[in-house]
């Protein structure tokens, strides 16, 4: 492995993630133009796992951040794309959690519990609430948005450092492969 690259395990989450998250938002969207019938409750179970695993794996993902130092930038960013690549994944980190939890919230509150892809039913923490489901409901379509647009922004400058600054960046991340190891 480089030195300049992720450790491989928050490498294996973050794409992961990325999938899940990426898949969630379009289930989401789907949803919301079907009818109520049982294709769009499908649709909307396997959305809510996603998010709950997501959930899951944010929780894991900052443990295992934490307890591992990123990796420099080659060539070193400079100060306002390093504070603007901090604000986002910061952003990012949040919206992780607060959409999951959202929209659990949503859900249980408006007595719309479910089970984890069909396997089990997700626990029930959350009294039903009209005001709470409201709330939530408004939260985690404000967050989705949100997540979208940080996503957008992410990879815009994913595909700045690579096609326009053809720096290492993208290698931090990128499955198997790392920038070269300083000499």
């Not at 894991?60 to 400079?78: C, E, K």
């Not at 984890?116 to 626990?123: D, E, Q, V």
Request: no cysteine.
């Amino acid at each position: 492995m480089s030195d300049t690259a992720y450790p491989a395990p928050l490498r294996a989450l973050h794409w992961l993630m990325a999938a899940i998250i990426f898949a969630a938002l379009a289930l989401g969207v789907w949803s919301r133009y079907l009818p109520r019938a049982p294709l769009r409750e499908d649709l909307l179970m396997i959305h809510k796992s996603l998010g709950v695993t997501a959930l899951a794996l944010v929780a894991l993902r900052v443990a295992v951040r934490l307890a591992t130092a990123a990796p420099p930038y080659r060539p070193p960013l400079g100060a306002f794309n390093r504070f603007a690549a901090h604000a986002v994944h910061v952003l990012l980190y949040g919206a992780m959690i607060a959409a999951p939890l959202s929209g659990y919230v949503h859900s249980m509150a408006g007595g719309h519990g479910f089970r984890w892809f069909g396997l089990f039913p997700a626990p029930d923490l959350v009294p039903k609430s009209k005001a709470a489901d409201l709330g939530a409901g408004r939260a985690h379509y404000v967050v989705a948005w949100t997540i979208g647009a940080l996503l957008a922004a992410h990879l815009a400058a994913v595909l700045w450092h690579s096609l326009v600054r053809r720096d290492w960046v993208l290698a931090r991340m990128w499955p198997g492969t790392g920038a070269p190891r300083r000499a």
